[in-house]
């Protein structure tokens, strides 16, 4: 399947292969690929898919600080650990009953990127509906899934390709046209790590086609142990969402690794005309983090919501990237992204708007708020417009702040104490991100977290 791009479009998300200087390191992470399941491995083209990908990260390197959409984020802690491909384990029904939400009946559970079909639940789901892996599609969708899969914009990006060359399951999503789906389903990805340092490379692909409904809770965790917290692991995902014409999508990701984890994250959206995708990302675990938000508007009038919400503390580095690019006239993007930074955190933003000639008549606002609680803690932010059309309105911004004393003091002299006074403010700070998630459950719970993670 071909998407229509401007020529200049280049969301610079990964690093420009090399063949002068191939990367050991990638190299020597290539050689831990599994080998596909029976059930998939008598699928040719998702093998040749993988061999391709491969060969486009032989030719690839790490990108390092030198190169500018890194130039923050440091990942040379990342080359120290030799990660080997994980060894499957079971986890009981009563340890995972804590990650699951009351109020969704339907999720798939996916264990170190592998399918857990007996934590998994489907429930109250339409005819017209898939849900389920890779080994589970129906035969009509065999053939048409070879146009979605890997078929992204930037599929090359290092991260990427490494996820396409070495993924052996995949959650799928599949809404028929005029489908409506109430409940909302989650894709719970678990990591445990071993006895040495490990890497997952979750995937998911969701298609939603015209005028169907989908609302979506993709979460990534772990589940603690001695040996995770003296062994590293990383998880590399990669998600792809297809919105056809008048589709919506409502996606929340959620990212709750272990503090000692690696986390490398991409998410691609390609949105028809009239479609409606909304996202809701946020981030407040692992070691190092970094999620790439690609959104590519194909269709006239689509509407594009993204709300992001960083809080860490300790040593913790967590960095977002978004790029959205509109390649059509009336479309409409909306994007809000806080960060709450503690102790010696640092957060990375980085948001892109992309208008070329063709988009005209485009509305787009992007707003950046960032709150540091430590004199420590710190903030690069670069939200950008990139504009060629003349008849636009577009709009950014970016702020960063401290706690207002005088605020503290009010709320002191209320009978408030400091710490509950400074936690109110905080989240206060970030109910307005929260409080857009469409469960009720999940907000409870990052509410929860804000304020111990402070």
């Avoid at 993924?167 to 071993?194: C, M, R, T």
């Avoid at 169907?212 to 969402?241: F, H, K, M, Q, R």
């Amino acid at each position: 399947m071909t998407i229509g791009v401007s020529p200049s479009f280049n969301p610079g998300s990964g690093v420009k292969p090399t063949l002068a200087q191939p990367d050991a390191y990638l190299a020597a992470l290539l050689s831990q690929r599994q080998v596909l399941p029976q059930l998939l491995g008598a699928r040719e083209w998702l093998q040749k898919l993988r061999d391709r990908a491969a060969e486009q990260v032989r030719q690839s390197v790490i990108p390092s600080t030198r190169h500018e959409e890194w130039r923050f984020t440091d990942l040379s802690s990342l080359r120290q650990a030799t990660f080997q491909a994980p060894a499957q384990v079971n986890i009981p029904e009563p340890n995972i009953a804590e990650l699951t939400l009351p109020d969704v009946d339907s999720r798939l559970v996916f264990v170190n990127g592998l399918y857990a079909p007996h934590l998994s639940s489907l429930t109250s789901l339409p005819a017209g509906v898939f849900v389920g892996n890779l080994a589970q599609l129906p035969a009509a969708y065999q053939e048409q899934i070879q146009d979605y899969l890997a078929q992204q914009q930037n599929s090359t990006e290092v991260f990427t390709a490494l996820n396409t060359a070495g993924f052996v399951d995949a959650a799928v999503i599949w809404v028929s046209k005029n489908e409506v789906i109430e409940q909302p389903i989650q894709l719970l990805f678990v990591s445990i790590a071993g006895e040495s340092p490990i890497i997952t490379q979750p995937r998911c692909l969701v298609i939603a086609e015209a005028s169907s409904a989908l609302t979506l809770i993709e979460e990534y965790t772990s589940v603690g142990s001695d040996a995770a917290a003296a062994c590293p692991y990383w998880t590399n995902a990669v998600t792809e969402i297809w919105l056809k014409d008048n589709a919506q999508v409502n996606h929340s990701r959620i990212q709750r690794e272990d503090q000692g984890a690696f986390h490398v994250g991409r998410t691609a959206i390609a949105q028809a005309r009239d479609s409606r995708y909304t996202c809701n990302a946020i981030s407040m675990g692992a070691g190092l983090s970094r999620h790439n938000l690609d959104v590519l508007s194909t269709g006239e009038q689509t509407e594009t919501t993204l709300n992001g919400l960083t809080v860490i503390g300790d040593t913790q580095l967590a960095d977002t990237h978004s790029a959205i690019t509109f390649t059509r006239p009336y479309g409409k993007s909306d994007q809000l992204h806080k960060c709450i930074v503690n102790d010696r955190a640092h957060a990375v933003f980085n948001g892109k708007v992309f208008v070329p000639q063709a988009a005209q008549l485009t509305d787009a606002a992007q707003l950046n708020r960032n709150l540091l609680l430590s004199p420590k803690a710190r903030m690069d932010t670069k939200p950008q417009l990139e504009i060629v059309a003349d008849n636009v309105k577009c709009t950014h911004g970016a702020t960063v702040g401290q706690l207002d004393p005088e605020e503290v003091f009010y709320l002191q002299s209320r009978g408030l104490d400091s710490t509950r006074a400074t936690n109110l403010l905080i989240r206060a700070f970030a109910a307005e991100v929260i409080e857009r998630l469409p469960i009720f459950s999940l907000r409870q719970t990052l509410t929860q977290s804000v304020m111990v993670e402070i």
